[in-house]
């Protein structure tokens, strides 16, 4: 099994409704060249505007269903403006539990995601993509590979994607293409 899990590209801001940038429309397009020959069966995508974009490109070309779920919303922090946001998200990638007013844990958060793959790949495709965001994304991969945590996340580009290759109980995460333009 293999599932291609990509950033959302450059977005206008961090709102749900938040569209890509011209910058980003054309990394989309970018996107769905890159991976036109990867054989892709399936799209799973997070409801935000910016994701969908992200991958209409590829979806369109190859007439591909995308089929949107919240589980893949990006992970909320708090519902408090935080002037120390990113000491906090540190935080929350020291202890997993950790959650702040109105916010999610990074341990709910993964959990989410992991129930949404588990739910999407669950069918006879062998090859399928996610499409996220930053914060999740890097949760997600670390279900796969223990070694993904704040530093990773803060070393991810708009896009990003990588490559996490799932035999029975083996999984391998590599980072397969990230923004170019």
């Given at each position: 099994?293999?599932?291609?899990?990509?950033?959302?590209?450059?977005?206008?801001?961090?709102?749900e409704d938040?569209?890509?940038?011209?910058?980003?429309?054309?990394?989309?397009?970018?996107?769905?060249?890159?991976?036109?020959?990867?054989?892709?069966?399936?799209?799973?995508?997070?409801?935000?505007?910016?994701?969908?974009?992200?991958?209409?490109?590829?979806?369109?070309?190859?007439?591909?269903?995308?089929t949107v779920d919240n589980?893949?919303?990006?992970?909320?922090?708090?519902?408090?403006?935080?002037?120390?946001?990113?000491?906090?998200?540190?935080?929350?990638?020291?202890?997993?539990?950790?959650?702040?007013?109105?916010?999610?844990?990074?341990?709910?958060?993964?959990?989410?995601?992991?129930?949404?793959?588990?739910?999407?790949?669950?069918?006879?495709?062998?090859?399928?993509?996610?499409?996220?965001?930053?914060?999740?994304?890097?949760?997600?991969?670390?279900?796969?590979?223990?070694?993904?945590?704040?530093?990773?996340?803060?070393?991810?580009?708009?896009?990003?994607?990588?490559?996490?290759?799932?035999?029975?109980?083996?999984?391998?995460?590599?980072?397969?293409?990230?923004?170019?333009?």
């Amino acid at each position: 099994m293999q599932i291609y899990v990509i950033r959302h590209c450059e977005a206008a801001g961090q709102s749900e409704d938040a569209p890509l940038t011209a910058k980003g429309f054309e990394q989309a397009e970018l996107l769905a060249t890159f991976l036109q020959e990867i054989g892709i069966e399936r799209v799973i995508c997070s409801p935000y505007l910016r994701a969908q974009q992200s991958i209409a490109p590829f979806v369109q070309r190859n007439n591909i269903p995308l089929t949107v779920d919240n589980r893949l919303s990006e992970r909320v922090l708090s519902n408090s403006n935080m002037d120390n946001w990113l000491h906090c998200l540190r935080q929350t990638f020291d202890d997993f539990d950790l959650s702040f007013d109105g916010g999610e844990s990074s341990k709910h958060a993964m959990e989410r995601a992991v129930r949404a793959i588990n739910d999407f790949v669950s069918t006879e495709s062998t090859c399928n993509a996610v499409v996220t965001h930053g914060n999740l994304m890097t949760l997600l991969l670390r279900h796969f590979d223990a070694q993904f945590g704040f530093d990773e996340w803060a070393r991810l580009s708009n896009p990003d994607v990588f490559l996490v290759s799932v035999d029975g109980n083996e999984s391998t995460v590599q980072r397969v293409w990230r923004e170019v333009i």
